[in-house]
Structure formats: structure tokens, C-alpha cells
């Protein structure tokens, strides 16, 4: 909903700026004829350049930061499956909780992630660190007491691996957005751009023409697509980072078919 409220604000704001720039070169026209078209059409490519360079500088933010979310999922499966692996170095009942809490963490952000639903997120997240606080003094109480030193290490620094990936997540997925001031930088140079355009044709006499709501709807696709890029949930689903990886390790745990790896 929200994609789509940006997508028709974007045509309405190129529309306006279009029409605004037509009516302010007609009326230059009409007062003199001394405006020339060469020298504004000059300076209505250099914005529309400047326009075009922050728009491929903001989408590759945000494609960037695309291809590091998909990255920390699989990061995120892979420590979670070293966790379950090294959770076997932990006596019972403590070991079989862990492995029971590593099942229900796994299964709740797997789900919440691929979910629109930034209420249930938070709250998934909220409950993944309480589960990890828990993870953590499981391990640390059996470190003191009665695992052997190097034993204990290992379990321990995987789990730090786990809550790490965590962190990356949450701030890289939730947090870390496109900075209110290249938005800015962007809609200004829209409406200069936009003004430009219409301002030349006002001057040239041209009528308005189909290919200024086709110019709206072209650049709002863009825009829009940038804006589902930086959104932390939800947006296109084409732009939506796959939880497949956490989902396939779920499957695994719940088969009990995670193969021990050779020594």
C-alpha cells in the first residue's frame, strides 16, 4: 500500500512540475519572444543528467543493500546449523532445550521475515534475543562447571557467530535506510527537471502531449521500484529477500536430517 501511495505521489509531483514549468514558458512566450530555445534546452539536460546520475546513485544503495540482506540469511543459516551441531556438546535437558529453542527460533524468523507485518517482526525479534540470552546461559553455566575448556570455546563462539548475524540483520534489514537527504536531493531535482521539460515546450509552443503522463508514469515506476528496494519488509515481491535458506534448514532440523560433517 504504501509502494503504491509513493508510485501515484511521484506522477502527481512530475505532473504538477511539468504542467507548473508549461504554463511559466507560455507566459514568458507571450510576454517576449526573446527567449531562446538552445540555451534552455541545455540547461534542462544538464538537471535532467544530474536527475539521472541521483537516481542511479540511489538505486545501487539500495540494490546494494538488497544483495547484502540475502547474503546475511544465508550467513544466518549457516551459524544456526553450527549452533545445532555444537549444541550436542551440551548434556541433557539442557541440550535437547537448545536444540528445541534453535527449531522455534529458526521457524519464527523464517515465517516473520517473508510477512508484511512490521508488528510481527519486531516481535519476532524481541523473542530472538530473549532466546538467545537464553542460549547464552546454558552455555556459559556448563563452560564453568563441567564442559572440557576447548569443548565449551567452540559452542561459545558459535553462538557469538549466531547473535552477530542477528545484529547484521536487524540493523541492515530494518534499521539502515536510504538517508532522508538523497530522498530530498531527489525530489528537488524531479521538480527542476520536470519544470524544465515543461518550461521548454511552453516556450517552443508545443502543445501537451501523451508523452508527458507516459515521462510520470516512467519515472514513478522507477522511483517506486527504488522505494520497494529500501523498504525493510513488504514492497514488490520481486525485491523481497527470500527466506529459502532458513526454510530448507527448518525442513532439515524437523526431519532430523542434518548430516554431521566429516572430520
Known amino acids: ?29 507571450r510576454r517576449s519572444n526573446q527567449e531562446k ?11 535532467l543528467a544530474l536527475l539521472a546520475f541521483m537516481l542511479a546513485f540511489t538505486f545501487g544503495i539500495a540494490s546494494n543493500r538488497l544483495d547484502a540482506r540475502k547474503e546475511l540469511v544465508r ?12 549444541s550436542d556438546f551440551l548434556p541433557d535437558p539442557d541440550g535437547a532445550e537448545a536444540r528445541k529453542l534453535l527449531r522455534e527460533y529458526v521457524d519464527a524468523r523464517a515465517t516473520a521475515f517473508q510477512s508484511a507485518d512490521g508488528e510481527r517482526v519486531t516481535r519476532v525479534v524481541g523473542e ?42 536487524v540493523a541492515m534489514g530494518l534499521q539502515m535506510r536510504i538517508p532522508p537527504g538523497i530522498w530530498l536531493t ?20 508545443s502543445r501537451r502531449t501523451l508523452a508527458m503522463p507516459i515521462l510520470a508514469v516512467a519515472f514513478a515506476c522507477v522511483v517506486a521500484l527504488i522505494s ?28 532430523q536430517r542434518l548430516p554431521h560433517p566429516s572430520n
Not at 12 to 24: K, N, P, T
Not at 150 to 160: H, P, Q, T, V
Not at 228 to 252: E, N
Open 228 to 255: 520497494s528496494l529500501d523498504q525493510p519488509i513488504g514492497g514488490f515481491t520481486l525485491t523481497q529477500v527470500s527466506q529459502q535458506p532458513l526454510i530448507d534448514l527448518l525442513s532439515d532440523l524437523d526431519s
Open 75 to 86: 550467513s544466518e543459516a549457516n551459524t544456526i546449523r553450527t549452533v545445532w551441531y555444537r
Open 128 to 169: 530472538a534475543e530473549r532466546t538467545q540470552g537464553r542460549l547464552w546461559a546454558m552455555a556459559v553455566a556448563h563452560a564453568r562447571e563441567d564442559m572440557p575448556s576447548d569443548i565449551g570455546a567452540l559452542y561459545l563462539e558459535s553462538l557469538n557467530e549466531m547473535f552477530a548475524v542477528h545484529a547484521s540483520r
Open 37 to 47: 530555445e538552445s540555451p534552455v534546452s541545455a540547461i534542462e539536460g544538464s538537471v
Open 1 to 29: 500500500m504504501a509502494i503504491l501511495v509513493f508510485f501515484v505521489g511521484t506522477i502527481a509531483l512530475v505532473m504538477c512540475s511539468i504542467e507548473a514549468g508549461y504554463r511559466l514558458g507560455c507566459l514568458e512566450h
Open 186 to 205: 531527489l525530489a528537488v531535482l524531479t521538480v527542476l527537471g520536470m519544470v524544465m521539460v515543461g518550461y521548454q515546450a511552453g516556450i517552443a509552443e
